[in-house]
């Protein structure tokens, strides 16, 4: 099973959430991605506020593919 590192994060004037996938980094078991996160969390939290500095709020977690698509699909709806 493939996992991604996904931030589910919030704007100051948007009620709604945004799905953020860092698709450059694919992990093949739940716990090396969290490990990746124990290990990375501050220099990943620093660079999503940089690349998305109006961000209000974030939650950074390892979600399977399956998963991942299921959430956007619910988020955005279509074939997005």
Same mark, same amino acid.
Request: glycine fraction near 4%; charged fraction near 25%.
């Given at each position: 099973?493939?996992?991604?590192?996904?931030?589910?994060?919030?704007?100051?004037?948007?009620?709604?959430?945004?799905?953020?996938?860092?698709?450059?980094?694919?992990?093949?078991?739940?716990?090396?991605?969290?490990?990746?996160? /124990? !290990?990375?969390?501050?220099?990943?939290? !620093?660079?999503?506020?940089?690349?998305?500095?109006?961000?209000?709020?974030?939650?950074?977690?390892?979600?399977?593919? /399956?998963?991942?698509?299921?959430?956007?699909?619910?988020?955005?709806?279509? /074939?997005?």
């Amino acid at each position: 099973m493939i996992w991604f590192l996904v931030a589910l994060v919030t704007y100051t004037n948007t009620p709604t959430p945004d799905l953020k996938i860092h698709a450059g980094l694919t992990f093949n078991s739940l716990t090396e991605c969290n490990r990746y996160i /124990d !290990k990375f969390s501050g220099p990943v939290e !620093k660079d999503l506020y940089r690349i998305f500095p109006k961000i209000n709020s974030h939650v950074i977690r390892c979600i399977d593919k /399956d998963t991942v698509e299921k959430m956007r699909q619910t988020l955005y709806g279509g /074939d997005n």
